[in-house]
């Protein structure tokens, strides 16, 4: 933590240097997105700090990054053990834990959270960090679903307000969501967009509309495809069959729900439902939600639309 401090403190020296790119990132939430976002700015020289609750969380997510920087480590370095382990070495030396929020957002350029998809959660955390953090600090939040300008609105500064939608798992996909509301400045996007640059993802821009671009095309899709059987005139397993032969998708609808989770699903679309109820592509499914009622949320509790044998 020292460390971080240090090098912080040092670059904001001047008022020159705070126009400088991103350097020092405070995650919020250290669950499997958090973890994800933390080791691609650790890997590509951002001093970060992550936020949670406990230790033991803090604990697990260092833990889970050393884990995933080994793999990638093992396949980058396949010829270089000895660079392998300093690329380790010096991506975890980059990474700082906090229970803290408030000090850990003392000297960041950017805070990006990864908390729970609750507004009322999200408005609470950003109403305390606005306090906390400097002037310069541009916060982000990596929400799939809600509107940035509904959770920015609590803040002093939303000019300095946008979104980084990430995919998970995050060290492994290319996309980059960034996301300005009518209040971004330029200059905050212009510097969402090469943060996610320097993080070698690739960007895309996009207005503050309801799942952004991927989700809003996506989650409809999906919710279609359950009508669909929901109507009786296709079975679950042709649906999925005849999007991945006749569309070309890795995964049919159905596979693809199960994998993200159907509860996920059905938060989306009863959150897009209840603010826009007279869109069509929102309406709930009565299929989907008695299967969320029983406890089958897919992959995760081994049964959703299709049974998962248990590891």
């Not at 609750?118 to 310069?136: C, E, G, S, Y």
Request: overall charge neutral; proline content about 4%; aromatic content about 8%.
């Amino acid at each position: 933590m020292a460390h971080f401090v240090k090098t912080c403190v040092r670059r904001f020296s001047t008022s020159a240097m705070r126009e400088q790119a991103i350097k020092c990132v405070t995650v919020i939430g250290g669950g499997q997105m958090g973890a994800g976002i933390a080791q691609v700015a650790a890997t590509t020289g951002h001093q970060v700090v992550i936020v949670d609750q406990s230790e033991d969380i803090l604990a697990k997510s260092k833990a889970s990054i050393h884990k995933s920087l080994q793999r990638v480590a093992k396949k980058k370095f396949a010829e270089d053990a000895k660079a392998g382990e300093a690329f380790i070495s010096e991506a975890i030396d980059r990474v700082s834990i906090q229970t803290d929020a408030s000090n850990a957002v003392g000297n960041a350029d950017l805070v990006v959270e990864a908390i729970v998809e609750n507004i009322d959660v999200k408005r609470q955390l950003f109403t305390v960090l606005d306090k906390a953090a400097p002037q310069h600090t541009i916060f982000a939040s990596n929400t799939s679903s809600l509107p940035i300008k509904d959770i920015a609105e609590c803040t002093q500064r939303m000019d300095r307000f946008g979104g980084l939608h990430f995919f998970n798992p995050v060290p492994v996909m290319k996309l980059l969501e960034v996301i300005r509301i009518p209040q971004t400045s330029d200059e905050t996007f212009d510097k969402l967009l090469a943060f996610g640059k320097a993080l070698q993802k690739t960007t895309v821009n996009c207005k503050d509309t309801p799942g952004f671009i991927v989700n809003r095309l996506l989650v409809p899709y999906m919710a279609e495809a359950v009508r669909l059987v929901e109507r009786g005139d296709a079975t679950t397993r042709d649906v999925d069959t005849a999007m991945k032969l006749g569309a070309g998708y890795p995964m049919g609808p159905f596979e693809l729900s199960d994998y993200v989770g159907l509860d996920t699903m059905k938060f989306i679309l009863d959150g897009w439902a209840e603010k826009y109820p007279d869109n069509p592509l929102f309406e709930p499914s009565a299929m989907l939600n008695k299967l969320v009622a029983e406890g089958k949320l897919g992959i995760k509790t081994g049964e959703g639309f299709y049974p998962y044998k248990k590891k």
